[in-house]
């Protein structure tokens, strides 16, 4: 691994990750690992008229062993996490909906992650991924039409 890595950023919101713990009765609420690192995501987020009210993450799907464990992700996987929740909390489902993973990249200075490794690239993607399945379950179920539905997960297939 590369000491390059760990720019200022990285480290900052790694120390001191942003929106960590839970919410009460979510709207939405998705899991998701990376096996390759041991990262885990639980992502939750509360929304009113169509904006993303609030956010949290955590590391466990169950309840109460959320708060001392977060550090068993890594760095980036963390870092990233704290400036997504960052950038998403209090925009519309639109804005989060169509975030693109080069956008959340380049807060962190991480794009040429994007062409030179392709297994750091998941750990700071995780949160991206755990978004937009949680966004893209939470507005089919809104939709109930199976032709949208169907576009969504196609949406959700391509996203790296
Ligand atoms: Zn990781």
Redesign the pocket.
Same mark, same amino acid.
């Given at each position: 691994m590369s000491e390059s890595l760990y720019t200022e950023i990285i480290i900052d919101e790694g120390k001191n990750p942003q929106n960590h713990g839970t919410i009460e009765n979510p709207d939405i609420s998705h899991h998701d690992s990376?096996p390759?690192?041991?990262?885990q995501i639980t992502l939750q987020m509360s929304i009113k008229d169509e904006l993303i009210a609030d956010v949290k993450w955590h590391r466990h799907t169950e309840e109460g062993k959320t708060a001392e464990d977060r550090n068993k992700? *890594?760095t980036?996987?963390m870092a990233c996490t704290s400036v997504l929740t960052q950038m998403i909390k209090g925009k519309d489902l639109d804005y989060a909906r169509n975030l693109k993973k080069e956008e959340l990249l380049s807060e962190l200075g991480l794009e040429y992650l994007l062409k030179q490794s392709p297994i750091?690239i998941? *750990?700071a993607l995780?949160s991206l991924k755990v978004l937009k399945f949680g966004l893209y379950s939470y507005l089919a179920k809104k939709l109930k039409d199976s032709s949208s539905l169907d576009n969504l997960k196609e949406e959700a297939a391509h996203l790296y």
């Open positions: 990376n390759t690192c041991g990262d992700n *890594c980036i996987c750091r998941k *750990c995780l």
